[in-house]
């Protein structure tokens, strides 16, 4: 009785057939320490019974067609009672006034179907047994009447083929339970109360979860059925519950399609699906065991919510400055080298391999950096840009790893996550790359190596996820033979590389990039024909800061023009915004770089040329004021230029 016992907090409740039963299951019961509900009832009294003890019990033990009467009337589970051919013999062998009467037929009533063994007990006992089933009472008083036409003048059975038999004459015989089939029943009693207060435990898990969730989830069964209508789909559907549970999904839900993926058994992802008069997202999967479809459950998104969600997550990464805000389309150019760099840089957005860009000062390398992340698939996650030359040397270990709680000195005691982690999932640039501590270095390598982090002051190993795209305006090369560099490092990071041009190698973007800048400044601008009159003077300049200087001057330029009131020409306010720059301070002079390769001829025309250009845009194109400063008379002025196509 150990097993039993070991349940003992089960509520049991018997309902029994005839007295005798109860006596038995009372001793079977307090061996076991229950204390049971124990009464005397058939068929529709036993349901009625049973339906009022319903709330305080866990299982109801009850026999044939009472247990059967039982079960349609209340949820808990109902164990009913076999009758054992064990039964039958000693049902016989006990009642001394059949056995002296010596009956050679008996008619047996068993609840619904035959019961097995009953030929062994005919020969073993030299009896004629003839089976009788029902279902209905009905059934029990024909068969007692076709019983006594065939002469048979004795009835086995429950009590109410016993109650029958005596109103047509007949003998009768109770099969009553033996202590086993108790204890049997019992013990089933017991594990299926278990079973049930897991199961139960389960399902209210399981709806806290669907009825706390913001998705809308639908299931049905293998007939199509709703079983699973939580609230959130009730919200988005704005169907009350009691009009779904247990329908056909198509009957209820609105422009449903999970009666044909049942059908079809395939999955639906992020299926767009038109919901009173809105938007939401359905995905649809079958429920398969083995190769059976068990049904479909689907998830339900309303698309606004999304992309709210998407909105205050871009917000947050925003201000957190962890976001990529220029792409492809942002770098214009006309140059044919940066067309083509533009192309490699899309290509090298579909790998996860690190990239080095390499440029001068200004050139634009973030601005690439940007656009390869926002063009790959970590372009959801974020961007974290990092300027190595910006921060001292002591600090950024701990910035770029995070630190432990009371790691140093001054360091947080709760810690702080790096800018490796905060990259997770996403892209880190780091910008002046070359400028990295050799100390740190190494630990960067590891970081390209393992996909992993330590923390400054930590003893656990971080997997981190990232893509690294580094930038530099040195020559890496060099500081590599200088030994200030490592070289393991250096092909690390240099999987692909991208070197950027100065802007003074790439003149046809310079107006471009004037025009995009002016826009950008100021929308009242002729753009196009400022340009234009000023490009002879943009073209020739050297441009030492690159884009960003070109911005710069295009900035003071269009803010010269909106409060100049025409006071000077535009050739004027270029030479104001651009001479007066730190860039170029000194006035009297420019800086003339020019190509060796092409000969001491050529090169000297090229540089007269830059000369004769400059000095005519200071001059607003007056050419015999030009002539003049340069010391040379207005007709050399002009063949020199002729012969320089000018």
């Known amino acids: 009785m150990k097993d039993v016992q070991d349940s003992s907090k089960v509520r049991l409740a018997l309902i029994s057939t005839y007295p005798g039963m109860s006596i038995i299951f009372k001793q079977v019961a307090e061996r076991a320490g229950f204390d049971p509900y124990i009464t005397v009832a058939a068929l529709g009294e036993a349901a009625l019974i049973a339906k009022s003890i319903e709330p305080q019990i866990d299982v109801i033990l009850s026999r044939g067609g009472t247990a059967e009467y039982i079960k349609e009337a209340v949820e808990i589970p109902v164990v ?13 062998s006990e009642n001394k006034n059949c056995m002296e009467k010596v009956y050679k037929k008996i ?58 038999a005596k109103t047509y004459n007949l003998e009768s015989i109770l099969i009553e339970c033996g202590e086993e089939a108790l204890y049997r029943s019992m013990y089933e009693a017991v594990n299926l109360a278990e079973l049930r207060r897991v199961e139960r435990s389960r399902a209210a898990r399981i709806k806290v979860v669907l009825d706390s969730v913001v998705q809308g989830v639908i299931a049905t069964d293998e007939m199509g059925y709703v079983t699973i209508y939580n609230p959130a789909a009730q919200r988005i559907f704005n169907i009350p519950s009691e009009q779904v549970l247990g329908r056909k999904v198509q009957d209820v839900i609105p422009n449903t399609q999970m009666h044909k993926v049942l059908e079809s058994g395939e999955v639906q992802m992020a299926e767009l699906q038109d919901v009173n008069g809105g938007i939401i997202a359905t995905s649809r999967i079958p429920i398969m065991v083995g190769s059976k479809r068990f049904g479909v459950v689907s998830t339900f998104e309303d698309v606004t919510k999304i992309q709210y969600l998407e909105q205050q997550i871009r917000k947050q990464m925003h201000a957190k400055g962890f976001i990529a805000k220029y792409t492809f389309k942002d770098i214009l150019t006309k140059s044919p080298i940066m067309i083509e760099l533009k192309e490699m840089a899309a290509l090298y957005a579909t790998t996860d391999s690190s990239v080095l860009i390499q440029g001068e000062s200004g050139t634009g390398k973030e601005l690439f950096s940007q656009s390869i992340h926002c063009h790959s698939r970590r372009s959801s996650g974020p961007f974290v840009a990092v300027n190595c030359a910006a921060i001292p040397e002591h600090l950024l270990e701990s910035e770029l790893f995070g630190y432990e709680g ?11 996550q790096g800018l490796f982690e905060l990259a997770h999932k996403g892209t880190i640039f780091l910008d002046e790359i070359g400028e990295i501590p050799k100390a740190l270095q190494s630990r960067l390598l590891r970081v390209l190596q393992e996909k992993e982090i330590m923390r400054v002051g930590g003893d656990k190993i971080i997997p981190i996820d990232i893509r690294i795209i580094s930038a530099t305006n040195k020559n890496l090369e060099k500081k590599m033979e200088q030994g200030e560099f490592r070289e393991d490092l250096y092909y690390r990071l240099n999987v692909f590389n991208l070197k950027i041009p100065p802007l003074r190698e790439r003149k046809e973007d310079i107006i471009v990039l004037a025009m995009a800048f002016l826009e950008r400044f100021s929308t009242d601008l002729d753009s196009p024909a400022i340009a234009r009159e000023l490009k002879s003077s943009l073209v020739v300049y050297d441009w030492p800061g690159n884009i960003r200087e070109l911005y710069n001057i295009m900035e003071r330029l269009s803010l010269m023009i909106s409060i100049s009131e025409k006071k000077w020409s535009l050739e004027k306010m270029l030479q104001k915004v651009m001479y007066d720059s730190i860039s170029n301070p000194n006035l009297d002079s420019i800086a003339i770089k020019v190509d060796l390769d092409q000969g001491l001829k050529s090169a000297i025309e090229q540089v007269e040329k830059i000369i004769i250009d400059t000095m005519l845009a200071r001059c607003d194109q007056r050419q015999e004021l030009a002539a003049k400063k340069l010391g040379i008379g207005r007709t050399t002025l002009w063949r020199k230029g002729k012969i320089n196509g000018s």
């Open 406 to 416: 009371g790691a140093f000195t001054g360091a947080k005691k709760e810690g702080k």
């Open 80 to 92: 009913a009672i076999p009758v054992t051919p064990f039964d039958v013999m000693c049902s016989i």
């Open 107 to 164: 008619a047996l009533f068993s609840y619904k179907e035959k019961m097995s063994g009953i030929r062994d007990i005919e020969r073993m006992l030299g009896l004629e047994i003839y089976e009788y089933t029902f279902h209905l009472q009905e059934d029990i008083e024909a068969g007692i009447q076709d019983a006594k036409e065939k002469g048979i003048a004795l009835v086995m059975g429950g009590i109410l083929a016993i109650q029958l």
